[in-house]
């Protein structure tokens, strides 16, 4: 596997006139329409318009192709696909694999329901192979289903392991807050803010009497009498 490779076919693909007229409309497009599902649905809307934007990279890098019409030459895609399997050999196969990762990833961030992205992007998936395969702008190919599904799905689960770990960070923060407001709000706690001397000053002789000689400030003894010396 050539990384170096992979980045020179990315950016061939994505420098086509075609593709960056269909990314960056899409992205306006689907951008804003993301925006406003998370408004209706009161989902996080930076993750939802972050999800428009990466389904507009995959319409552009799979239909908007130069030289390339919707005209209909076929009435049987299926019959027109290739039958190939799951692959990774070259940039090509590596690519498709993260064709729906970002839509996928940013999905599920924002409506937090894994399982309806990973449908959604397989019947996406499955519906651009049968374009691709009825128009003749691309070739139809069951290696690309394969990859892009399989993409998407490690997508959606590093998407809800990272909700999870962010939970528990902000769970642990939570706790750590409420246990600081608890011990502040505490009678020892209280005697602590007003004295400065750990709870112990020389207030009273009661108070003075709970409290290890230790922890009475510099300066301070007691004797008999109980009065400072």
Not at 9 to 26: F, I, K, N, Y
Not at 153 to 163: E, P, Q, R
Request: include cysteine.
């Amino acid at each position: 596997m050539s990384a170096r490779q992979d980045v020179d076919v990315a950016e061939w693909v994505l420098s086509q006139p075609e593709t960056v007229a269909t990314l960056v409309g899409g992205s306006l497009v689907l951008g804003a329409a993301g925006f406003a599902v998370a408004r209706w649905r009161r989902w996080p809307a930076t993750p939802a318009v972050l999800a428009g934007c990466g389904l507009a990279l995959a319409l552009a890098v799979t239909l908007a192709r130069a030289g390339g019409s919707f005209t209909l030459i076929t009435t049987d895609p299926v019959g027109r696909c290739v039958g190939n399997g799951f692959s990774l050999a070259g940039s090509r196969e590596r690519l498709n694999l993260l064709m729906l990762a970002p839509f996928a990833f940013f999905a599920t961030v924002a409506c937090r329901r894994p399982f309806a992205v990973f449908v959604v992007s397989g019947l996406f998936s499955g519906g651009v192979e049968l374009v691709q395969a009825a128009t003749g702008i691309g070739v139809c190919e069951e290696q690309d289903l394969y990859n892009n599904t399989i993409g998407a799905m490690a997508a959606v689960v590093l998407a809800v392991v990272s909700g999870v770990l962010v939970a528990a960070l902000k769970r642990s923060k939570a706790e750590r807050s409420q246990a600081e407001r608890s011990q502040a709000s505490s009678p020892d706690g209280q005697i602590s803010r007003m004295t400065g001397f750990g709870g112990c000053a020389p207030v009273s002789s009661l108070v003075r009497a709970s409290c290890h000689p230790t922890d009475l400030p510099p300066g301070y003894h007691t004797h008999q009498g109980g009065s400072p010396k």
